[in-house]
Antibody, heavy 118, light 108 residues
Framework: EVQLVESGGGLVQPGGSLRLSCAASGFTFSSYWMYWVRQAPGKGLVWVSRINSDGSTTGYADSVKGRFTISRDNAKNTLYLQMNSLRAEDTAVYYC???????????WGQGTLVTVSS | QSVLTQPPSASGTPGQRVTISCSGSSSNFRSNYVYWYQQLPGTAPKLLIHRNSQRPSGVPDRFSGSKSGASASLAISGLRSEDEADYYCAAWDDSLYVFGTGTTVTVL
């Protein structure tokens, strides 16, 4: 069974940093693209970033480019999102998701809440 | 950046058929697959339809997707109370994955 468990969310001040983690199990993590998607309170889904299986190729939404960095540790079956220079508008639930069957975001974690506020 | 526009809301009574539209502003939308996700209240999204019209294993055949040109649609036949949720379309626009604005389906 595919399982994705996000962690690392919390309250951070504007301009601060936070690193999210996503622990994966139930599939061969090192073989698949992975994604981060966020959802601000009461709002819709927004794609944030993606990374290929060996970490050599990444992509970012314009709103986070230059501030967020996606990475992965295939030995630990873990996906990361390093978030710097955080802004109030980054407040959201952050989900990690897989691409197991050539379909973006075919499996999702339960999400972790990031709140940027002073 | 591409925008995928959905109606904010849709509703129907149990047993009815409800259709949700998804219109793309980018020329890429015409040539790329559309995906649909369901988000039940308080839960993570779930893949509902992939490659315009394909249902993953476990998704009831009451859900169907279609695409023609710059428009796509999701149909829910035989509406049930458990279908009350938010629904999002999504598609690739070059290297950006774009979600639609979302539609809340209410079962009256």
């Amino acid at each position: 069974e595919v399982q994705l468990v996000e962690s690392g969310g919390g309250l951070v001040q504007p301009g601060g940093s936070l690193r999210l983690s996503c622990a994966a199990s139930g599939f061969t993590f090192s073989s698949y693209w992975m994604y981060w998607v966020r959802q601000a309170p009461g709002k819709g889904l927004v794609w944030v970033s993606r990374i290929n299986s060996d970490g050599s190729t990444t992509g970012y939404a314009d709103s986070v480019k230059g501030r967020f960095t996606i990475s992965r540790d295939n030995a630990k079956n873990t996906l990361y999102l390093q978030m710097n220079s955080l802004r109030a508008e980054d407040t959201a639930v952050y989900y990690c998701a897989t691409e197991l069957v050539n379909t973006p975001c075919d499996y999702w974690g339960q999400g972790t809440l990031v709140t940027v506020s002073s | 950046q591409s925008v995928l526009t959905q109606p904010p809301s849709a509703s129907g009574t149990p047993g009815q058929r409800v259709t949700i539209s998804c219109s793309g502003s980018s020329s890429n939308f015409r040539s790329n697959y559309v995906y649909w996700y369901q988000q039940l209240p308080g839960t993570a999204p779930k893949l509902l339809i992939h490659r315009n019209s394909q249902r993953p294993s476990g998704v009831p055949d009451r859900f169907s997707g279609s695409k023609s040109g710059a428009s796509a649609s999701l149909a829910i036949s035989g509406l049930r109370s458990e279908d009350e949720a938010d629904y999002y379309c999504a598609a690739w626009d070059d290297s950006l994955y774009v979600f639609g604005t979302g539609t809340t389906v209410t079962v009256l």
